[in-house]
T-cell receptor, first 113, second 112 residues
Framework: KAGVTQTPRYLIKTRGQQVTLSCSPISGHRSVSWYQQTPGQGLQFLFEYFSETQRNKGNFPGRFSGRQFSNSRSEMNVSTLELGDSALYLC????????????FGQGTRLTVV | KNEVEQSPQNLTAQEGEFITINCSYSVGISALHWLQQHPGGGIVSLFMLSSGKKKHGRLIATINIQEKHSSLHITASHPRDSAVYICAVLPYSGGGADGLTFGKGTHLIIQP
């Protein structure tokens, strides 16, 4: 059974650009959550999608957005990149929303220069 | 505001020692997760708890809902247990506004 796949693994972007990250959940999982990890703030919740709808959203600016497709694959987009957006972005998939075990991908390491 | 505190922040122990990592949180929760993160970033979910105790191999996790406290124990520790251990809590659903809130992690090093 394939795990959670995130692409790309590494990315370098310039300030002001935008970026799209992809997450393919475990087959059959309908919930995908996104997290940002930085040395200063640790892990922080970005948003959760279930059945193509955003169900929860963390405390991040509107530059951070996402969507989920009918096959449960999810993308997150960050527009007008800032140096502080440099981080490891992790996604996790779950069978259902809330109170179910989460399986994490390897993450996408984004560097903004 | 939901806060998750872990202790200790750093822990170095000898192979074979019994390890305990603690997690305290401030709000009512639906579930608590213990996660393991190795260098390179990948995160593995170790346990999800809403009450009582769970055991998997040499790992044991307990939770006391009344005291808002959980512990992760490692018996017969081994150098391959060296990693960052992260506690995360899922608050009670209050209109769907919250996802997991994470502790800062405990950096564990097991020396041979």
């Amino acid at each position: 059974k394939a795990g959670v796949t995130q692409t790309p693994r590494y990315l370098i972007k310039t300030r002001g650009q935008q970026v799209t990250l992809s997450c393919s959940p475990i087959s059959g999982h309908r919930s995908v959550s996104w997290y940002q990890q930085t040395p200063g703030q640790g892990l922080q919740f970005l948003f959760e999608y279930f059945s193509e709808t955003q169900r929860n959203k963390g405390n991040f600016p509107g530059r951070f957005s996402g969507r989920q497709f009918s096959n449960s694959r999810s993308e997150m987009n960050v527009s007008t990149l800032e140096l502080g957006d440099s981080a490891l972005y992790l996604c996790a998939s779950s069978l259902q929303q809330r109170n179910t075990e989460a399986f994490f991908g390897q993450g996408t390491r984004l560097t903004v220069v | 505001k939901n806060e998750v505190e872990q202790s200790p922040q750093n822990l170095t122990a000898q192979e074979g020692e019994f390890i305990t990592i603690n997690c305290s949180y401030s709000v009512g929760i639906s579930a608590l997760h213990w996660l393991q993160q190795h260098p390179g970033g990948g995160i593995v979910s170790l346990f999800m708890l809403s009450s009582g105790k769970k055991k998997h191999g040499r790992l044991i996790a307990t939770i006391n809902i009344q005291e808002k406290h959980s512990s992760l124990h490692i018996t017969a520790s081994h150098p391959r247990d060296s990693a960052v251990y992260i506690c995360a809590v899922l608050p009670y659903s209050g209109g769907g506004a919250d996802g997991l809130t994470f502790g800062k992690g405990t950096h564990l090093i097991i020396q041979p």
